[in-house]
């Protein structure tokens, strides 16, 4: 049971991204978490035990006795109409990769938290997203919060999105690790009656595993259905985008924001350029921004809320008002066209056959906790104003920051 003052809503306190998600979990009133802890998404199962252990929180937490069988647990539970949740980072998220392709398979709309971090070998414990991005093509859900703040709008609307019938496809909110798992921030928390009013008790309808309603789960389907339930699952994806839509509107009107449910657009404006990337990266390239509007040059932001969907249409619009576009990676995909990361190619498929399409170059930054110091923002801004003054398009994937 939630206390008097969680009831009312508490209002701003200083938080990390890790207890924002915690108490996310607790204002979506979660059933059944489990956890196998793994740096750096660890500390929000460790906020998440303490509300359950102080009483103000109500749900089944079950420790696991490893990656891969915390994911099936909720797997199982979701299926039975429970509302999940569980995480992992790294190389611990690979380690359940067989039940995370399941998931989504199944159509099961489970919750989990990505703490971003390298894969190893070798190991860190810094941010990349190669992690969360591997199950890109599998039909999960993925979005990338730059900010405390923002964990409060992506963790309910990936619970609203994820568990709307028309989608019933699993969700992943990819935390950079340390940035933002462990960082502090003023954050204003919602009341419960306003989640209540947001968020709708979860219910699988005719597809709840119950001894009353016989039902068939993971059938061997082979040629003669295989393609038709993974037409099935695209279509799914595809509704999800119009979901978001509508569910982040009942979201600003409810909690009286007023965001953009795809982008973050900061001083474009009047850009001749922009910056475009993923989570917390924003932080730095706006303080940069700021410095650079000052010495006359006119660079902007645009950041990705969400990639899967991906806004291919909003992005489309938003990137052909600009003479150049730098994508900054934090990521990489050895071998892919250009050698460039896994947004840049997904950008620039997205802007394929515009009549006015911006030149792009790629860059990769900041892989393995690495700080992106203002020195590098301000590099690659310069970049991208050269190829929007030259007019000729620079396809040559640039490392920022790489020693020797």
Not at 61 to 90: D, L
């Amino acid at each position: 049971m939630a206390t008097a003052a969680q009831q009312a809503g508490v209002g701003v306190q200083l938080l990390t991204g890790s207890e924002v998600m915690a108490n996310v979990v607790r204002l979506a009133d979660v059933d059944v978490i489990t956890a196998y802890p793994i740096r750096p998404y660890d500390t929000v199962m460790q906020y998440v035990s303490r509300f359950i252990s102080n009483g103000e929180f109500d749900a089944d937490y079950i420790p696991a006795e490893s990656e891969h069988g915390q994911f099936e647990i909720v797997k199982h539970a979701c299926a039975c109409g429970a509302r999940v949740f569980t995480g992992s980072s790294g190389v611990g998220w690979l380690y359940a990769m067989e039940p995370l392709a399941v998931t989504a398979g199944l159509r099961l709309p489970m919750v989990a938290l990505v703490g971003c971090r390298a894969l190893d070998d070798p190991g860190a414990f810094g941010t990349e997203h190669n992690d969360a991005m591997l199950v890109r093509d599998l039909g999960w859900l993925i979005t990338f919060p730059d900010a405390a703040q923002e964990v409060v709008e992506l963790g309910l609307l990936a619970y609203r999105v994820a568990e709307d019938p028309k989608v019933f496809l699993p969700c992943a909110i990819a935390m950079d690790g340390a940035f933002l798992t462990h960082s502090q921030a003023t954050v204003r928390l919602p009341s419960q009656e306003q989640v209540k009013k947001f968020l709708p008790p979860y219910n699988r309808g005719d597809m709840l595993l119950h001894p009353d309603n016989p039902i068939t789960i993971a059938p061997q389907a082979n040629e003669d259905w295989l393609m038709e339930v993974r037409r099935q699952s695209s279509e799914a994806a595809k509704r999800a985008y119009t979901v978001l839509k509508d569910a982040h509107k009942d979201f600003c009107r409810i909690f009286g924001e007023s965001t953009n449910p795809f982008l973050d657009e900061y001083m474009t404006e009047d850009a001749d350029v922009v910056l475009c990337g993923l989570g917390t990266l924003s932080l730095p390239v706006k303080v940069a921004i700021r410095e650079m509007r000052k010495e006359g040059k006119k660079v902007g932001l645009v950041r990705l809320k969400w990639f899967r969907p991906f806004p291919t249409e909003e992005l489309r619009a938003s990137l052909s008002r600009f003479k150049a576009v730098g994508v900054v990676d934090r990521d990489y995909s050895f071998g892919s066209p250009f050698h460039g990361g896994i947004l840049l190619n997904e950008v620039k498929a997205a802007l394929y056959g515009l009549d006015k399409q911006p030149r792009v170059k790629g860059f990769v930054c900041g892989l393995g906790g690495r700080e992106v110091l203002l020195e590098n923002v301000k590099h690659m801004a310069d970049e991208i104003l050269a190829i929007a003054k030259s007019g000729k398009a620079d396809t040559q994937v640039e490392w920022i920051g790489v020693r020797g």
